[in-house]
């Protein structure tokens, strides 16, 4: 009796972690740490980053600040709106809005806080 239960509950124990690996789910990994002698580039950094992170809820529904492509980068640099500050990189808001305390905070690693600052100090470039 003692040996059915254990052979049960390993194949239990085993078809629940074979369910459970088989979900998708969409899977964002951060780049290293951004070297700052390099460019950040929009479309191979910044636009995965939304892809992965923002576009669920900022894709031109209800929230404002459509971040999907083509025309995110349009729109973050929409001159009647204080996204980029490229005078002021730390003050932008699509940066203070990711940094610990921001409103979006949760979504943001430290790695995507540090290249979105260093693509703006960079000049914000569609590159």
């Given at each position: 009796m003692k040996?059915?239960?254990?052979?049960?509950?390993?194949s239990?124990?085993?078809?629940?972690?074979?369910?459970?690996?088989?979900?998708?789910?969409?899977?964002?990994v951060?780049?290293?740490?951004?070297?700052?002698?390099?460019?950040?580039?929009?479309?191979?950094?910044?636009?995965?980053f939304f892809?992965?992170k923002?576009?669920?809820?900022?894709?031109?529904g209800g929230v404002?600040?459509?971040l999907?492509?083509?025309?995110?980068?349009?729109n973050?640099l929409?001159?009647?709106?204080?996204y980029?500050?490229?005078?002021?990189?730390?003050?932008?808001?699509?940066?203070?809005?990711?940094?610990?305390?921001?409103?979006?905070?949760?979504f943001?690693t430290?790695?995507?806080r540090?290249?979105?600052?260093?693509?703006?100090?960079?000049g914000?470039?569609d590159?």
């Amino acid at each position: 009796m003692k040996k059915t239960l254990k052979l049960l509950t390993i194949s239990g124990i085993a078809c629940m972690m074979a369910f459970l690996t088989s979900c998708e789910k969409k899977y964002y990994v951060a780049p290293p740490p951004p070297d700052p002698t390099v460019p950040v580039s929009y479309e191979m950094d910044m636009q995965p980053f939304f892809d992965a992170k923002c576009i669920d809820c900022h894709n031109g529904g209800g929230v404002p600040l459509d971040l999907t492509s083509p025309g995110s980068y349009e729109n973050l640099l929409d001159p009647s709106k204080d996204y980029i500050d490229i005078d002021t990189p730390e003050n932008s808001s699509l940066y203070t809005k990711i940094i610990p305390g921001g409103s979006m905070e949760s979504f943001a690693t430290q790695v995507d806080r540090d290249m979105t600052l260093l693509w703006i100090e960079q000049g914000a470039k569609d590159n």
